[in-house]
């Protein structure tokens, strides 16, 4: 499975932007794509992730209301929309997929991932 994010950029606090993650490759109809993201210094954080099998989606507590997740079927690609980004969104951020699911304790884990996109930066300006 290959993975490829985009979308980042530089975007004032307030504003919105859309990262897009193309999976390619072999794909399975039931496994579990990702959002994680890192500031500098700060380890990985989980941000969002869908279920491909029934597009059940699962945001970290302090995201929500903010950003959301969704697939795209026929393109095999999810979204991650932010809205009214602050500053302390700043961060690389990554995609990930596993062709596995699992309860969300473990989707919330970076290290249950297979599979890595190389990561998109977004940053925040105040």
């Known amino acids: 499975v290959q993975l490829q994010a985009s979308g980042g950029g530089l975007v004032q606090a307030g504003g919105s932007l859309r990262l897009s993650c193309a999976a390619s490759?072999?794909?399975?109809?039931?496994?579990?794509m990702g959002w994680f993201r890192q500031a500098p210094g700060k380890e990985r954080e989980f941000v969002a992730a869908?279920?491909?099998?029934?597009?059940?989606?699962y945001l970290s507590d302090s995201l929500k209301g903010r950003f959301t997740i969704s697939r795209d079927n026929a393109k095999t690609t999810v979204y991650l929309q932010m809205n009214t980004l602050k500053p302390e969104d700043t961060a690389v951020y990554y995609c990930?997929?596993?062709?596995?699911?699992?309860?969300?304790?473990?989707?919330?884990?970076?290290?249950?991932?297979?599979?890595w996109g190389q990561g998109t930066l977004v940053t925040v300006s105040s």
């Open positions: 990930a997929a596993n062709t596995r699911v699992a309860v969300i304790a473990l989707m919330k884990r970076p290290e249950w991932y297979d599979y």
């Open positions: 490759g072999r794909t399975f109809s039931s496994y579990t």
């Open positions: 869908i279920r491909w099998s029934d597009s059940s989606t």
